[in-house]
């Protein structure tokens, strides 16, 4: 009898360990115009541990996000890190986004970003480039929803292929 519960214990512990240490690694991205504003707005949704994690290996800093011991420049922290994982393009041109601010949702990281100034009548292609967290957790998956007038798509971006475009 103890050798049938050995032998239970062995076969059920793989699964056991599985199911413990599994995790998912994803943010959600959304990407809409904003007509009264002529600008495009971007909001992204990332797990906080996940990127405080990213801010510790890339620039040796604990911001300790959501926290009342949160550093003080905890948003320059995040804009250099998006800046440098997360790129735009608007007809094939590189452009430069505003890093409107930040704000929390339980475990959850919202970050609000902008690109004022875009005339829908000049639009033609929008692409993202979302490489966020890819270079921490070989899993993670980047969603990515563009929602401009009527067009709708979606992409999920992994490290092979991280980037989505919305021909309009």
């Known amino acids: ?17 599985f199911l413990g240490a599994h995790k998912f690694y994803v943010s959600v991205t959304n990407v809409d115009y904003f007509d009264k504003g002529e600008a495009l707005q971007i909001t992204s949704r990332l ?32 804009e250099k890190y998006l800046k440098a994982k997360f790129l735009v393009k608007i ?16 475990d959850i990281l919202i970050c609000f970003l902008e690109i004022p100034n875009v ?32 067009k709708k798509k979606s992409f999920v971006l992994i490290r092979e292929n991280n980037k989505g475009m919305l021909n309009l």
């Open 91 to 106: 007809n094939g041109e590189a452009v430069s986004y505003q890093f409107l601010g930040k704000k929390f949702d339980n």
């Open 47 to 78: 797990f906080i541990d996940d990127f405080e994690k990213a801010l510790e290996e890339r620039y040796e800093v604990k911001a300790l996000l959501a926290t009342p011991d949160e550093i003080t420049n905890a948003d320059a922290y995040i």
């Open 1 to 17: 009898m103890q050798l049938i519960g050995k032998l239970l214990f062995l076969l059920f512990l793989p699964l056991l360990l």
């Open 119 to 150: 005339s829908i009548d000049q639009l033609r292609t929008i692409e993202i480039q979302n490489e966020l967290l890819m270079d921490l957790f070989e899993e993670q998956k980047n969603i990515l929803h563009f929602k401009i007038l009527e």
